[in-house]
């Protein structure tokens, strides 16, 4: 046999493989790619007219805009493949804008799974409404997302979500003032963030689930529900908890609830005038219990105490202010209940403040530093940046009796503003007038601070005359010559 010959019929195998190779892979199905379907009330080429038209044509991993404009409400489970799914509200221009879509699903959910969804979910930026159930009512088996939500005047509850053990939730940038969040979970986390949940029929903010949950820059105001009425709840949870930067005013219950088998940290927030406590703790049933610090929070006016404290554990509530310099228990101050194994640390507490200027004087016309810092007796600095929700109202208020304040976005007698980085409240001066200046900042819970700094008058800038220069030149030549000639003669 030549070699040729033999060259060939060893290539013959190799050319069979690639051919049943190519012929396989045009048999099998295409995949579908991830789209974008865009909706609009008025329809037309490559629209849809509502949202559940476009979710029964949806893939996995499909994104739908819906366009400005009032819809009906819709039912997730419908995909033509069911999977990963993201509904979006945008403006008339395609971009992602919250509040440009309403979407009422008049006596049944806004947003329905209709069952545990397979797979992950995202609602982001629609005005949602109900008169007969939830705003949100979403299960899945993946992450649920519902972002830039609002959901007011609905008959049941505003958010609703549950996620299988894999799965987390986040709520970010929503607002109710239905009974308020709910994140119901097997095993994930929780996220809460940027929330407002006000006025509420129940509690504002609820999260049970057996893995971590943290809820931060949340705002729970006035949630009256006859059966709880709390501000923020968070628990049972064999997780960490964390409630940071939140306020959780006048609720019918207690401002904040926190139950976890793991640390349930409390940080950055007010909570006062509420009916029940400011801050209580408490172990999960059959639960020895973790450990509880609450420090660095703005606490008072709670009708029965400041702090509950869980039976077992240990709790750390140093570093709070209580509503007086006096500490838990004194004159004004909110007590401190609980801690029945373990008494509760709270020495020291916030008893006074420091109060700089920079320059340590001032001068009419020109800029002043003043800051602020709250410690107790040794100079110890306890409040956080903020504290309380960092995108609501500024905790303080600060006013002048000579001249103007500036903050980060206000000029003014009064200016209103946060904590900032590194613990200090800070403000620039401008005095008017010579004599004194005094700034004072007044917060929550008689929480005051004031500092009197002297103000000299600016001294006054000499310009001198035009003749005045004039003759100065001359005399300057004069002198010049005078020295020339004084020169010539020691030559």
């Not at 499909?62 to 819709?74: C, E, R, W």
């Not at 493949?81 to 008049?106: F, L, R």
């Not at 700094?453 to 001294?459: H, L």
Request: glycine share 16%; net charge negative.
């Amino acid at each position: 046999m030549s070699k040729a010959r033999l060259g060939s019929s060893r290539s013959l195998p190799l050319l069979i493989v690639l051919t049943l190779t190519l012929v396989a892979a045009l048999s099998m199905p295409t995949p579908v790619s991830a789209a974008t379907l865009r909706v609009r009330p008025s329809g037309g080429p490559g629209y849809f007219t509502t949202i559940q038209a476009a979710i029964n044509v949806a893939v996995p991993n499909d994104v739908i805009h819906v366009y400005p404009g009032t819809y009906g409400g819709v039912v997730l489970n419908t995909m033509a493949t069911q999977g990963n799914i993201s509904i979006i509200a945008v403006d008339s221009s395609g971009n992602a804008t919250p509040g440009t879509a309403t979407v009422n699903g008049g006596a049944a959910s806004a947003f329905n799974s209709a069952g545990m969804h397979p797979g992950d979910v995202t609602i982001d930026g629609f005005v949602v409404t109900s008169t007969g159930l939830h705003g949100v009512n979403v299960q899945a088996n993946g992450d649920v997302v519902i972002r830039n939500v609002t959901a007011n005047g609905v008959s049941g509850i505003g958010l609703y979500l549950g996620s299988s053990p894999s799965g987390d939730i986040t709520i970010e940038g929503c607002s109710t003032d239905s009974t308020g969040f709910h994140g119901i979970l097997g095993s994930g986390d929780v996220v809460i963030r940027n929330t407002t949940a006000n006025g509420t029929g129940g509690t504002g903010i609820t999260a049970t689930t057996l893995g971590d949950v943290t809820v931060r820059n949340c705002t729970a105001n006035n949630n009256k529900g006859q059966a709880q009425g709390h501000g923020i709840l968070v628990g049972p949870t064999n997780g960490k908890v964390i409630v940071a930067n939140c306020t959780a005013d006048n609720n019918l219950g207690t401002g904040i609830t926190v139950g976890a088998t793991g640390t349930e940290h409390v940080t950055g927030c007010i909570t006062r005038g509420n009916g029940v406590h400011g801050v209580s703790a408490y172990s999960p049933v059959g639960v020895a219990g973790g450990t509880l610090p609450v420090n660095g929070n703005i606490i008072c006016g709670n009708s029965i105490y400041g702090l509950s404290a869980p039976p077992f554990g240990s709790a750390d509530a140093e570093g709070n202010w209580w509503g007086c310099s006096g500490g838990p228990g004194s004159p004004g101050c909110d007590t401190i209940g609980g801690g029945v194994i373990t008494p509760v640390d709270f020495t020291p507490w916030i008893s006074t403040y420091t109060a700089d200027a920079t320059p340590g004087s001032g001068v009419a016309g020109q800029p002043v530093q003043i800051s602020f810092q709250f410690s107790d007796s040794a100079s110890t600095v306890f409040l956080p940046q903020g504290p309380g929700d960092l995108n609501g109202s500024p905790t303080f208020t600060l006013h002048t009796d000579n001249g103007t304040l500036t903050d980060s976005d206000e000029t003014g007698a009064t200016v209103h503003e946060f904590i900032g980085s590194g613990n200090v409240l800070s403000v620039t001066l401008v005095p008017d007038s010579a004599g004194t200046a005094t700034v004072t900042a007044d917060g929550p819970c008689e929480l005051a601070a004031t500092i009197t700094i002297g103000v000299s008058e600016a001294e006054e800038e000499f310009v001198p005359e035009p003749g005045t220069i004039m003759l100065l030149g001359s005399g300057l030549l004069g002198l010049a010559g005078y020295a020339s000639l004084r020169w010539r003669s020691r030559d």
